[in-house]
């Protein structure tokens, strides 16, 4: 009978052995690299209103503006400012309104 209750011993170890090596293959290895949190790019971006935008336009170009929306541009924010120059031309002015960057200018 000692030999059948050695032999359950040895059963019990390498049942034990097998379940620790397992539960250390299935538990995730603990990082030694550090986490770094992406950095920020050097272009500092500022929302701006319709409003915001507006006011801008009239205070650097001295134009007119005839009209202002905003509009949904391939998913994007917009606003367009319809101007009129000192030249008397009508100008459209497009403004990222997450960016405040102007996008382009487009005369007619």
Do not use: W
């Not at 299935?26 to 550090?34: I, L, N, V």
């Not at 905003?70 to 100008?91: D, F, N, W």
Request: hydrophobic share 40%; charged share 25%; aromatic share 4%.
């Amino acid at each position: 009978m000692s030999f059948f209750l050695k032999a359950a011993r040895v059963l019990v170890v390498l049942i034990l052995n097998i379940s620790c090596v397992y539960a250390e293959e299935k538990a995730p290895a603990a990082s030694t690299k550090e986490t770094t949190l992406p950095v920020p790019s050097t272009e500092e971006y500022h929302p701006v209103t319709l409003d915001e935008a507006t006011k801008q336009i009239m205070l650097d170009t001295k134009n007119k503006v005839l009209a202002a929306k905003t509009e949904l541009i391939s998913g994007k924010k917009i606003h367009v400012i319809k101007i009129l120059t000192a030249t008397g031309h009508i100008q459209h002015i497009k403004i990222d309104a997450v960016t405040g960057k102007t996008l382009d200018k487009q005369k007619k």
